[in-house]
């Protein structure tokens, strides 16, 4: 358990996982001290060490990373640079300076051949280049770090920031334009609230190694997309169903990369993320938002 006045020191701050971290310590009065790239490179060691001793927080939380799993095809020396050696630096300086350390990584790295939902005890086997620069992050961390948190989690979804798959099915559907969805990989989304305020317990409770953090449910990315839809009033007809083949997408993804966990459910349903998902962007669409949410 933290003392009372020491921070959470938040890594990649001005991405959707950092942001959203950010605001769920605002909301429940965690002290957080939030850094973007510019005032932390993670794959910089001397930088960290220096982060670390200027705001003793008694753990770090890795919200960084490289994303973007079909142009890392091509991008693979930056995708393992800031997926790979980022969190093996911080693993080392927290295992040298104190703090806990959350990081995270992916349904990516599985392969998709397994029938059933993968658990944290299943094999991993990634079938591209950002599925393999994070699970080679959870190896080089758990060799620093043993009792770092490492949790897996998958597509994003939250009305805390536009660009996740719910947002533009959405967001097309209300344009009246058609959204090309794939119909046969299928995946366990997750509301990221959820996932944030889950890990943070699991972080104020000193749990350690893999976890597994998605909310329950496992579609397509097409169910998922009618699913939103029909839950906003919105016609699931503007959702055209495509193989994932025609998307002539660069990375290989795995048919299926649902997330189970040996621990249980942790995280509530899918669908009652989606219908929170838009609670929320009626309340930032209103007159007066609430100054909490909106920062
Ligand atoms: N989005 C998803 O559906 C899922 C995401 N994840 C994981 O969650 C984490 C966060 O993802 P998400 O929030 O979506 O990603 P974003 O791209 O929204 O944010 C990532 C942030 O990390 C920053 N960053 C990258 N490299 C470094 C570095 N070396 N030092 C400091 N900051 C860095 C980026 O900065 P800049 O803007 O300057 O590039 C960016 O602000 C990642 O590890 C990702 O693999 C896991 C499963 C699903
Ligand atoms: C934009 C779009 C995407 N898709 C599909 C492609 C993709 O498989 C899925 C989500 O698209 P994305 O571009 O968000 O990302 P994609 O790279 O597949 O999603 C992944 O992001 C990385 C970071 C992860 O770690 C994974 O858990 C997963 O969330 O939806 C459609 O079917 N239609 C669309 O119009």
């Not at 996982?17 to 005032?39: E, K, M, N, T, W």
């Not at 093996?88 to 059933?116: E, I, K, M, N, W």
């Not at 503007?238 to 083949?245: G, H, L």
């Amino acid at each position: 358990m933290p003392s009372s006045s020491a921070p959470l020191l938040i890594a990649g701050a001005s991405g959707t996982l950092g942001r959203a971290f950010q605001l769920v310590c605002r909301i429940r009065g965690l002290p957080a001290v939030a850094l973007d790239r510019a005032a932390l490179d993670i794959a910089d060691a001397g930088a960290v060490a220096r982060a670390l001793r200027a705001h003793a927080p008694w753990a770090v939380v890795n919200a960084a990373g490289y994303v973007r799993v079909d142009a890392a095809e091509a991008d693979a020396a930056r995708c393992c640079h800031e997926n790979t050696t980022g969190p093996a630096v911080l693993a080392a300086a927290c295992a040298a300076q104190g703090p806990q350390l959350l990081t995270f990584s992916s349904d990516l790295v599985f392969d998709g051949r397994q029938a059933a939902p993968y658990r944290e005890d299943d094999p991993a086997c990634p079938l591209g280049v950002y599925g393999r620069s994070k699970l080679r992050a959870e190896e080089a961390v758990l060799a620093r770090l043993p009792a770092a948190l490492v949790v897996r989690t998958s597509a994003f979804f939250s009305a805390w920031d536009a660009h996740n798959f719910v947002a533009h099915a959405l967001g097309a559907a209300r344009r009246g334009e058609p959204f090309a969805a794939a119909d046969d990989l299928f995946v366990t989304p997750t509301y990221v609230p959820d996932l944030v305020n889950t890990a943070l317990d699991l972080l104020l409770d000193g749990a350690g190694g893999r976890w597994h953090l998605a909310n329950q449910g496992t579609y397509s990315w097409a169910e998922l997309a009618r699913l939103a839809l029909g839950l906003a009033g919105l016609d699931a007809a503007a959702v055209v169903p495509r193989p994932a083949a025609a998307f002539g997408w660069a990375a290989r993804r795995p048919r299926q990369s649902a997330l189970a966990s040996v621990h249980g459910a942790l995280l509530p349903s899918v669908e009652s993320g989606l219908q929170r998902h838009l609670r929320d962007e009626q309340l930032l669409q209103s007159a007066h938002p609430p100054a909490i949410l909106v920062g």
